[in-house]
């Protein structure tokens, strides 16, 4: 079964350098393509108010939105707080600027093992209160665990043909019924097709962000593009978005783009459909057999 392709809301979607009428028109696009899961956050600037505008301006019936809370923006300062003052205070700004009575889906974005444990006890409490429907943790290794091991709703990591540290875990979430969802699914740009030299200011941003969070180097990029192309007879591009959406270990990938352009690419991508031999040859498909990396 594939999973359900989403669009994140992030990044330049909330910055004031990009024009709100044009993040209006992709998200109108998005959800004239399908597309009916959104994920976005207090911390991408204005991209909440942003989203829950154009959302309301398209009248296109139920979507899902997800948010987070926890992690935020104090002048240049990145701040963490998941009190429980901190937090609510995130889910009534949240729940206002996305025009939702009730928040689809909570995240706590990126914390400790410890601030699961201290905000947990106000996600449940949040619930029971019908202010959010579902929570879970935005993060990376042994936190996510944690959030699972404690009964977590929703789990969102990274996975992707070259990153699959969250496999496993992907895995036993599945096993549990607990949503799984996948980011960075073209490995921070490193499968997606060629793009030329950076022209945009969001172009800057996606190679700033694809560095911070340890992108994949050229040389594993050309090797990971060449496996997905052997294995699968598509391109890498294609054949990378089927690896995460069509392998049974999310329920739904979030990819964002700031351009309509690769917008259009990532949806006709997703809905083409892949032979059941060349997707079997895919999802059996290993970087590094030897010492297991991937």
Known sequence: MSAVLGFGVSGPHGARWYSE????RLIAAALDGGVRHFDTAPFYGEAEMRLGRALSA??????FVSTKTGTRRAGGRLVK??????????????RRALGRDALDLLYLHGPSAREINIAFPVLSALKA????????????GVPLAHALA????AIMGAYNFIDRRHEAL???ARAAGVMTVAITPLAQG?????????????????????WVRGGSSRPEAERAQAALRTASGVSPFEAALAFVMKGELANVVITTTAQPRHLAETLIAAARPIEPARLSALLAARLDPADGRS
Not at 21 to 24: A, D, G, Y
Not at 81 to 94: K, L, N, P
Request: net charge positive; hydrophobic share 35%.
């Open 170 to 172: 992907f895995r036993q």
């Open 129 to 140: 209160e019908g202010k959010i429907k579902a929570f879970g943790v935005c993060g990376e």
């Open 21 to 24: 009428r044009k993040l209006q």
């Open 190 to 210: 490193a499968l997606a097709p060629p793009r030329g030299a950076p022209a945009l200011p969001s172009d800057y941003w996606r190679l700033a962000r694809r």
């Open 81 to 94: 707080d998941f009190t429980e003052a901190g937090m609510r205070s995130d889910v009534d700004r949240s």
């Open 58 to 63: 398209h009248r296109s019936g139920e979507v």
């Open 150 to 153: 404690l009964g977590a709703d």
